[in-house]
């Protein structure tokens, strides 16, 4: 085995450093990348959920409670029914239906349902507006966590510098 000079010695530890440097600026580009990927994720998450709530809100703030009767119920499938309902809004009768989870409901019972002011005939999926409200922030909850843990899962897998 050959001796190395000073010189040689000091060349290696040289290009050793460069290489540890240009790998650590890699790493760092990544993990620039990343960083971005997730701002951009996260606007898009934002941008979504602002214009679920805006028509939710929409949907919800121009809608009134009716009191209805349940004029026939059909099974769907095994999870859901399909209900048909009767009632009647400023003198005007309609007849909607509406395909919801199992429960016990059967022909001729009342029951409250919240419908469209400008469209009477459409009935909305729920009837609380502060569940519809809760609905609309969890969405925003989780999609901001799928953001958070992506760009943590990302930066975890990389390499450290040290290495």
């Known amino acids: 085995m050959k001796k190395l000079s000073v010189e040689e010695l000091e060349e290696l530890r040289e290009k050793e450093f460069d290489e540890r440097a240009e790998r650590a600026e890699r790493i760092q580009?990544?993990?620039?990348?990343?960083?971005?990927?997730?701002?951009?994720?996260?606007v898009i998450a934002a941008v979504f959920m602002f214009f679920h709530a805006r028509n939710d809100y929409n949907n919800y703030a121009g809608s009134q409670l009716v009191m209805t009767e349940v004029i026939n119920v059909e099974d769907t499938d095994d999870e859901n029914i399909n209900v048909v309902y009767r009632y009647n809004i400023a003198g005007k009768e309609y007849e909607s239906d509406k395909i919801q989870y199992l429960e016990k409901i059967k022909?001729?019972?009342?029951?409250?349902?919240?419908?469209?002011?400008?469209?009477p005939e459409i009935i909305l999926k729920h009837n609380d507006i502060n569940l519809v409200i809760l609905y609309?922030?969890?969405?925003?909850?989780?999609?901001?966590?799928?953001?958070?843990?992506?760009y943590k899962t990302a930066t975890c897998m990389l390499p450290s510098e040290e290495e």
């Open 136 to 150: 609309g922030v969890n969405l925003g909850l989780w999609l901001g966590l799928t953001v958070l843990c992506l």
């Open 107 to 119: 022909k001729g019972d009342k029951r409250e349902i919240r419908v469209k002011k400008d469209s």
């Open 29 to 42: 580009n990544t993990i620039s990348r990343f960083r971005k990927i997730a701002c951009i994720l996260a």
